[in-house]
């Protein structure tokens, strides 16, 4: 399950070969869109119709919101880090709301795997 967000500045769009967009690109980083996400999202924690809409919605909004603040706030500003963390921590704070704390943990473990198997490549 990947967690990354879209960056609005000189990205290209991958495409499936019956024309689905499958990712957005920046250089050699690959972020998967919204909607691929919450379909992962959908399928690793048994989310409903409408929690998969509700998550894609919220994943496209925090999309924009990430990719406003990351050409605002430079990754060498001493505040970075702490402002992304606030992002971060509204986003999950939503989406607990939204599937629900059982849920939630799940994902969380399963976001946890992820960025451990990202470190050890």
Sequence with gaps: MSCATLIAQ??????S???????MRQGE???????IRAAKMAKD???????KINVQTLLEKQDTIFAKFRSE???ESPEFRTKFRELRNSQDAELE???????FQQYQTLRAEERQKRMNK
């Design 17 to 23: 070969n019956n024309g689905e967009k499958k990712e």
């Design 45 to 51: 924690l048994s989310l409903s119709e409408v929690e």
């Design 29 to 35: 980083r690959r972020y998967e869109t919204a909607d």
């Design 97 to 103: 709301t939204i599937i629900g704390k059982e849920k």
């Design 10 to 15: 000189d990205q290209t769009t991958s495409q």
């Design 73 to 75: 706030v430079s990754r």
